[in-house]
């Protein structure tokens, strides 16, 4: 299994039920226009994110509206210091400005991000203090602090944002656990713990209280996504999100989704990469964020567009990254295509039925007894191929033509669309046909316990 790193695969304790997915491309958002705050000048931000994407515009976590404005955000070559670090900011970049020199760049991990400010503090690096996965960022491209008793545009009565900027500077990825402290300024150690087993940083209860403009948003309510959990009633109005956003991919229970950083140069990712939208430019191969080499796993995929398309797994990522090979083109992938056939080394077969668009394609791969068998609208095709034991193994999809695109949407128990609400022997997963018995959605604690 994968390194998922700022993420819980162990099963008990704390557990965090729901996230939010962020669309940028959709402008998805949360806004609220806050009050009189308990004091603007002492708060804390906490939230779990996992990033969707890289290196693109700057991906505001939360922001006050109008230009200056306060906020904080991964950040972008163009306009900050340091590509995918952590910029926070106050009214205007000399009123206080940090650059973190350290990167975020796992889009398989979440990662604990607090904020807290205190500018009333006499000493200048107490003022501001950005925490990930529970340490403290020390080391900075850029470190400007604010005067000290600086009243910043942030925890004032204002508009506030969550996962936009006023000029689309949008987020895309997933949030999870988002709470807000008006009047303290505190530690990673409110909200999060070390695990003595494994020594990976999870999450807590957090069990103080929140001042006057405090929440707490959990993403329970898939009706009112922006419901505030914390007593105060400061719920968020939604922006563009829907039922389909919440999701159980969660710090505690981590999802495979498609990993846009292997293979994937011709095509374009949206839903917190669980779509794939290729190019016509030629083949495009991408493969999924956890590989496996033991356990039995289950996941779907619906083709909401193409004709010429491959569904299955692959071993190696340098195949993939050569130009113009698609799934089932070197030896190290296995795949059902659109034609029916089924395909690897360069070698095309006669297996099942052909599918198209809006058809869903199921897929069981027995890692343990080296099967892997492919279904058509919850209907088995059949063993595809036999003897795959003795190397990791990752889920991925492509087209099957140089000169025609596709669009995957991938199910791995948070579908991009609506399903039907069938889930594995542990509960887990939202799937559209019924998870054959013994198989398991990729999540980690599903790897924990069967992996």
């Known amino acids: ?156 009565a204002i508009s506030h944002y969550i996962g936009v900027a006023f000029n689309g500077e949008n987020y895309n990825g997933y949030m999870s656990e988002v709470y807000f402290i008006d009047g303290q300024q505190l530690t990673p150690t409110s909200f999060g713990e070390t695990d003595e087993d494994t020594g990976i940083w999870k999450p807590k209860a957090y069990t103080g209280t929140y001042g006057t403009n405090g929440f707490y948003l959990q993403f329970k309510n898939s009706s009112s996504l922006g419901t505030d959990s914390s007593g105060n009633g400061n719920t968020w109005t939604v922006n563009n999100l829907t039922s389909i956003d919440q999701t159980t991919d969660t710090p505690t229970n981590n999802f495979c989704t498609l990993n846009p950083l292997d293979g994937g140069t011709n095509g374009t990712f949206t839903e917190g990469n669980l779509q794939l939208a290729t190019s016509s430019a030629g083949y495009s191969t991408t493969r999924a964020s956890f590989g496996v080499s033991a356990g039995k796993w289950y996941w779907e995929a619906k083709l909401s567009s193409g004709t010429a398309a491959d569904i299955g797994i692959n071993t190696s990522s340098t195949d993939i990254a050569n130009t113009n090979q698609f799934l089932g083109y070197p030896s190290t992938g296995y795949a059902y295509s659109t034609s029916g056939n089924k395909a690897t080394n360069n070698t095309n077969t006669s297996y099942g039925a052909s599918y198209t668009t809006n058809d869903i394609i199921g897929v069981a791969f027995d890692a343990d007894n080296g099967t892997l068998v492919f279904y058509k609208n919850g209907t088995t095709q059949g063993t595809a191929f036999t003897g795959l034991t003795g190397n990791t193994y990752h889920p991925a999809v492509s087209d099957d033509s140089g000169s025609s695109a596709c669009t995957w949407q991938m199910n791995f128990g948070n579908p991009p669309y609506s399903a039907n609400s069938y889930t594995d022997g542990s509960g887990y997963g939202n799937f559209s046909y019924s998870v054959p018995s013994g198989y398991y959605a990729l999540c980690t604690k599903n790897l924990a316990n069967f992996g």
């Open 1 to 156: 299994m994968p390194v998922i790193l700022g993420a819980n695969s162990i099963s008990g304790g704390y557990d965090i039920t729901n996230s939010l997915r962020f669309n940028g491309s959709s402008n998805d958002y949360l806004d609220r226009t806050l009050t009189t705050p308990t004091n603007n000048k002492i708060f804390t931000w906490s939230g779990w994110v996992k990033r969707a994407t890289i290196a693109g515009s700057p991906q505001n976590l939360f922001r006050t509206a109008g230009t200056p404005s306060t906020g904080f955000r991964f950040a972008d070559a163009g306009t900050d210091s340091n590509v995918d670090g952590i910029r926070f900011f106050f009214n205007n970049a000399s009123d206080g400005d940090l650059s973190t020199t350290q990167k975020f760049r796992d889009v398989s991990a979440w990662y604990h991000v607090v904020v807290a400010v205190d500018t009333t503090q006499a000493t200048a690096s107490n003022r501001v203090k950005i925490y990930v996965n529970g340490s403290q960022i020390t080391s900075f491209v850029t470190e400007t602090y604010p005067t000290q008793n600086y009243n910043p545009q942030m925890n004032s």
